[in-house]
């Protein structure tokens, strides 16, 4: 079960679980865990407040996993929080999804790691999604499918950006501009970023992968007491 906090405090999970239940894995499956993890970010994030839509929620969190993002955050200032729609082929299994409805404590608590914020606006009074820095962490926000952003918001953004069209159309699908910003912002972050500060480093990959095998294991304490008495014995 995919694990929801409601503030920044990070769920610990055993240190010696991806050892000792990995090995039930094929070795195809264990590399590519391993692999989609030393390519894991917390650099950017995706935050969606609002979004009502559960294929829109889970077309988001799909995208965010599939670009490598692994801190996504749901801040819902005036209406409850809907189930994941099936969209999302189970991304939110292997990303870190946090519920706020306090907008206070989530930006202090964006502030106290360092990050910016952008969302995206209309043109004209905005830079151009592929103009936005990414020299400080970023948390980019999209609005309520409706009503946009809200405008509590708005004394907090730091960068306020646009995703040029050409066409007759004046907008994207929420879904469709979050691809859009997620794929560009971490294609560049590869690209312009060093490795070291754009993706996790070994002890976050390790944390990480201890926090997936657990998740998808049945029971995993009564599976790693049963293992360490077994190689304790």
Same mark, same amino acid.
């Given at each position: 079960?995919?694990?929801?906090?409601?503030?920044?405090?990070?769920?610990?999970?055993?240190?010696?679980?991806?050892?000792?239940?990995?090995?039930?894995?094929?070795?195809?499956?264990?590399?590519?865990?391993?692999?989609?993890?030393?390519?894991?970010?917390?650099?950017?994030?995706?935050?969606?407040?609002?979004?009502? @839509?559960?294929?829109?929620?889970?077309?988001?969190?799909?995208?965010?996993?599939?670009?490598?993002?692994?801190?996504?955050?749901?801040?819902?200032?005036?209406?409850?929080?809907?189930?994941?729609?099936?969209?999302?082929?189970?991304?939110?299994?292997?990303?870190?999804?946090?519920?706020?409805?306090?907008?206070?404590?989530?930006?202090?608590?964006?502030?106290?790691?360092?990050?910016?914020?952008?969302?995206?606006?209309?043109?004209?009074?905005?830079?151009?999604?592929?103009?936005?820095?990414?020299?400080?962490?970023?948390?980019?926000?999209?609005?309520?499918?409706?009503?946009?952003?809200?405008?509590?918001?708005?004394?907090?953004?730091?960068?306020?950006?646009?995703?040029?069209?050409?066409?007759?159309?004046?907008?994207?699908?929420?879904?469709?501009?979050?691809?859009?910003?997620?794929?560009?912002?971490?294609?560049?972050?590869?690209?312009?970023?060093?490795?070291?500060?754009?993706?996790? @480093?070994?002890?976050?990959?390790?944390?990480?992968? @201890?926090?997936?095998?657990?998740?998808?294991?049945?029971?995993?304490?009564?599976?790693?007491?049963?293992?360490?008495?077994?190689?304790?014995?």
């Amino acid at each position: 079960m995919s694990v929801w906090r409601n503030n920044f405090e990070d769920v610990h999970y055993p240190n010696d679980a991806w050892e000792l239940l990995s090995p039930r894995l094929s070795p195809l499956r264990r590399e590519r865990m391993q692999r989609v993890a030393s390519q894991r970010t917390r650099h950017l994030r995706l935050v969606l407040q609002d979004v009502f @839509d559960p294929h829109n929620v889970g077309a988001c969190l799909r995208s965010a996993e599939a670009f490598g993002i692994l801190c996504c955050d749901q801040v819902n200032l005036y209406q409850k929080f809907g189930k994941i729609s099936t969209v999302s082929r189970g991304a939110d299994q292997w990303l870190e999804v946090r519920r706020f409805t306090d907008l206070g404590l989530y930006l202090k608590g964006l502030r106290e790691r360092g990050f910016k914020v952008a969302a995206a606006y209309p043109a004209g009074t905005s830079m151009p999604l592929a103009e936005l820095p990414l020299d400080e962490p970023l948390a980019v926000v999209f609005g309520n499918e409706r009503e946009g952003l809200h405008k509590a918001w708005q004394d907090h953004v730091d960068y306020r950006f646009t995703i040029p069209m050409y066409g007759m159309v004046e907008s994207f699908n929420i879904s469709v501009s979050a691809a859009l910003t997620l794929h560009s912002l971490t294609e560049r972050g590869r690209v312009e970023l060093p490795q070291d500060k754009f993706l996790l @480093d070994a002890a976050a990959q390790k944390r990480l992968l @201890d926090q997936w095998i657990c998740r998808h294991s049945h029971n995993p304490d009564d599976e790693l007491a049963r293992l360490r008495e077994q190689s304790s014995g």
